[in-house]
């Protein structure tokens, strides 16, 4: 089955450092992929999205670039504040009917951005 | 306002007991869903619905049944509680089936079973 997989569990940085998430995705075709944040005591937000090779998403100054042949979607920011510190997750869309109906996480990452 | 409100934000179960989640969402979206997240896993999608019509179950477990009584409305029945069921369970809606950019989610109930 489909699968996400997250390589960092956390990540700690100082203000104006350089953010680096990697997601890597296993699954056939070419599935929608996403990045969530999820801020203390909240659900998930929909951050951005991408769905074709080399397409790159992009929001509130985070990016990622969809990467086929790399199966990837790693997340970046050229410079993080203390308010993006949260849990970031990765996720694929199934595609099914042309929608994304059920969507498969990343373990996700806990981002502490220290001032 | 909240925009998807869950019922309750804490809930501690025996095992064997059976419990009702609440979910209402207030954002005029025609599909609704249950994610659940538990300690060992990642957020994990459990049912959808569009216009109270169930259109994917990926819970493999009977013990587990949403209800819809109106379009806004998706509960949680779960029965014969177990602790492995501890997790929080999130109601999420969209404003179509699939559209998963306007995928909102609620801030959850957090399950505990003894």
Known sequence: GDSVTQTEGQVALSEEDFLTIHCNYSASGYPAL???VQYPGEGPQFLFRA????????????????????????????????????????????????????????????????? | DPKIIQKPKYLVAV???????????????????????????????????????????QTASSRFQPQSSKKNHLDLQITALKPDDSATYFCASSQDWGDAETLYFGSGTRLTVL
């Open chain 1, 34 to 36: 996403f990045w969530y």
């Open chain 1, 51 to 115: 769905s074709r090779d080399k397409e790159k998403g992009s929001s509130r100054g985070f990016e990622a670039t969809y990467n086929k042949e790399t199966t990837s979607f790693h997340l970046q920011k050229a410079s993080v504040q203390e308010s993006d510190s949260a849990v970031y997750y990765c996720a694929l869309g199934d595609g099914a009917t042309g929608g994304n109906n059920k969507l498969t996480f990343g373990q996700g990452t806990v981002l502490s951005v220290i001032p």
């Open chain 2, 15 to 57: 095992t064997g007991s059976e419990k009702i989640l609440i979910c209402e969402q207030y954002l005029g979206h025609n599909a609704m869903y249950w994610y659940r997240q538990s300690a060992k896993k990642p957020l994990e999608f459990m049912f959808s619905y569009s216009y109270q019509k169930l259109m994917d179950n």
